[in-house]
T-cell receptor
Framework: GESVGLHLPTLSVQEGDNSIINCAYS??????FIWYKQESGKGPQFIID?????DKRQGQRVTVLLNKTVKHLSLQIAATQPGDSAVYFC???????????FGAGTRLFVKA | DGGITQSPKYLFRKEGQNVTLSCEQN?????MYWYRQDPGQGLRLIYY???????QKGDIAEGYSVSREKKESFPLTVTSAQKNPTAFYLC????????????FGSGTRLTVV
């Protein structure tokens, strides 16, 4: 069935280092992918998205990479800061679909 | 500012009670969703509505009910038939059912006492 999963449930990095959070998806029809950040007790916030006709998209300190060959998505955070500590979710959807499928999330800890 | 508001932030339910969680948006979004979040798990879809007066069951609809009488409002009722209701509930809205432009509320934490 459809699934969006993550390779690492937790990730601990030193402040200032780069972080890489990975995600696997299984639905070949998915053409839109999103990364969300969720802080404790709050709703998820949009970070960055990418469509299937792209391999890479950059935002402010964040980059999303999409490898359709192996159905893999990653989020790179440059110069990780304590405020980046949160749970990060990847999500997938497809044109004409009625819902977005979320992965289980990766918890990012940033050590000062 | 436009946004999506959930209330209350915390809710306690006694065994056998029905409770209703509120979700209001002023983003003029057609689609609205209810998700359940349990510790260490992803978001699971309870119900969704693509248009006023229409809604569909998601993956875990048993024990829940919704209504969509107004575009702005999509309340969720957790009925006594839901045997394990303790969870964090998230409401979302979007410009498109396909997930584009998702906006989430701040959530309601429901605890059975």
């Amino acid at each position: 069935g459809e699934s969006v999963g993550l390779h690492l449930p937790t990730l601990s990095v030193q402040e200032g280092d780069n972080s890489i959070i990975n995600c696997a998806y299984s639905n070949s029809a998915s053409d839109y992918f999103i990364w969300y950040k969720q802080e404790s007790g709050k709703g998820p916030q949009f970070i960055i998205d990418i469509r299937s006709n792209m391999d890479k998209r950059q935002g402010q300190r964040v980059t999303v990479l999409l490898n359709k060959t192996v159905k893999h998505l990653s989020l790179q955070i440059a110069a990780t800061q304590p405020g980046d500590s949160a749970v990060y979710f990847c999500a997938e959807s497809y044109t004409g679909g009625f819902k977005t499928i979320f992965g289980a999330g990766t918890r990012l800890f940033v050590k000062a | 500012d436009g946004g999506i508001t959930q209330s209350p932030k915390y809710l306690f339910r006694k065994e056998g009670q029905n409770v209703t969680l509120s979700c209001e948006q002023n983003l003029n979004h057609d689609a609205m969703y209810w998700y359940r979040q349990d510790p260490g798990q992803g978001l699971r879809l309870i119900y969704y509505s693509q248009i006023v007066n229409d809604f569909q069951k998601g993956d875990i609809a048993e024990g829940y009910s919704v209504s969509r009488e107004k575009k702005e409002s999509f309340p969720l009722t957790v009925t006594s038939a839901q045997k394990n209701p303790t969870a964090f509930y998230l409401c979302a809205s979007s410009t498109s059912p396909s997930g584009y432009g998702y906006t989430f509320g701040s959530g309601t934490r429901l605890t059975v006492v």
